[in-house]
């Protein structure tokens, strides 16, 4: 407090340093965090020389679930909430791949047999888990997917709430890896914080619901097709939102070229993938194999000659507009846009030191008179 860090990154000079600073930079080093340090050098030649292992590079390394694992394994008081979002993206990306491997060996009949793939003459990464014993593989991935998500929307309102009440902060925007961290006057708008608590909020409500994926199927007779292909929209959406909701919290200093290259190509992607999806689904015949009719049709055999119909988009269109998707997904935790980590600190409460502080205090207020009033 009394030397704040971006005085000493914004100073030049040693005349530019007052009191505590110059105290502050003749430490020879200070670890600031387990894992992550920022090592301050000494004052040479009337420069401050700051030395830096940037924490932008480091909280990078590896996927974020070992992040997540090294910071509770190793203690780090440095919490990033995008860790926990990137986490919850991994965990679905490893789902999708064991379920495919668990239908491909135990129900293969599956792929080729299937609603997905009657309307779009292709599988998606759903059908890898609409049937058992896939489903039941599933089911405790998406939790730890939920559990992700949901952390993720606690701790970055978290920050959204300190950054908004701490705007007159000077705060470090988009360390590079080879300089000193920039640091600049970041201001969170009222309606960036909105934005950012409205998607919060509905992306927490998206992993709820998530797991409805595994009980409303494809398969089943009904609306259970609709529903099904509706909840999975509105996760493409709520994804996308969710990570606009960063970008636009960075602000356009906080987001480097190539961020912005990925985030931009992402939103043309995912709007394209609704648009042609949504034709796509909408086009295909159901009166001709309605989801209610289709046990009945295997039976009679005829539900080839019924159910394969000719897809209303070319499957190389659609494929490409769906596989594309996850694979610019698989980005996310290279792309995301930097943002000021929080800074916790976790001890157990001591109750009896509590209550021996307390009486010690109550004996020194009565001990000793006040004269304030005078």
């Known amino acids: 407090y009394k030397c704040p860090f971006f005085q000493m990154g914004n100073a030049t000079s040693s005349d530019e340093l007052q009191g505590e600073c110059v105290n502050e930079l003749e430490r020879p080093k200070a670890t600031l965090s387990s894992g992550i340090r920022r090592v301050v050098g000494r004052v040479k030649t009337g420069k401050a020389i700051i030395g830096l292992q940037d924490d932008a590079k480091l909280k990078n390394v590896g996927p974020a679930i070992f992040r997540i694992a090294r910071m509770s394994v190793f203690g780090s008081n440095l919490v ?60 405790p ?50 309606f960036a914080w909105w934005f950012n608590a409205s998607m919060n909020m509905i992306f927490g409500l998206t992993m709820l619901f998530w ?31 969710t990570i606009a909701s960063n970008f636009y919290e960075a602000g356009r200093a906080g987001i480097k070229w190539y961020e912005l290259t990925w985030f931009v190509t992402f939103g043309i992607w995912t709007l394209l993938l609704l648009v042609v999806g949504f034709v796509g689904f909408n086009g295909y015949d159901y009166t001709k194999c309605p989801s209610d009719d289709v046990p009945q049709l295997k039976l009679r055999g005829t539900y080839e000659l019924l159910c394969h119909q000719d897809p209303t988009i070319p499957v190389s269109l659609m494929a490409t507009l769906d596989y594309g998707w996850f694979v610019l997904l698989v980005f ?41 009033r005078f």
Not at 118 to 129: A, R, T
Not at 213 to 239: A, D, K, R, W
Not at 347 to 362: E, M
Request: aromatic letters at 14%.
């Open 80 to 139: 990033y909430p995008e860790h926990y979002l990137q986490a919850s993206f991994e965990v679905f990306l490893f789902t999708m791949a064991v379920v495919w491997i668990v239908t491909t060996i135990h129900n293969p009949t599956i792929i080729k047999n299937n609603r997905i793939h009657d309307i779009f003459s292709y599988n998606n990464v759903c059908v890898g888990f609409d049937s058992p014993p896939a489903r039941y593989v599933a089911q």
């Open 211 to 241: 797991s409805m994926l595994l009980i409303v199927t494809p398969e089943q007779s009904g609306t259970s097709l609709n529903v099904h292909f509706y909840i999975y929209v509105c996760f493409v959406v709520v994804m996308y939102l």
């Open 141 to 190: 991935l998406f939790v730890l997917q939920a559990y992700y998500g949901i952390r993720y929307v606690m701790l970055d309102f978290l920050r959204a709430n300190v950054e908004w009440k701490l705007t007159e902060q000077s705060v470090c925007v988009a360390p590079s890896e080879e300089a000193t961290p920039k640091f600049a006057k970041k201001v969170l708008s009222t």
């Open 332 to 372: 996310t935790s290279f792309f995301l846009p930097y943002a000021p980590p929080l800074q916790v600190g976790i001890k157990l409460y001591d109750a009896c030191q509590q209550a021996s502080s307390t009486i010690h205090k109550d004996i020194s207020e009565t001990a000793v008179p006040s004269y304030d």
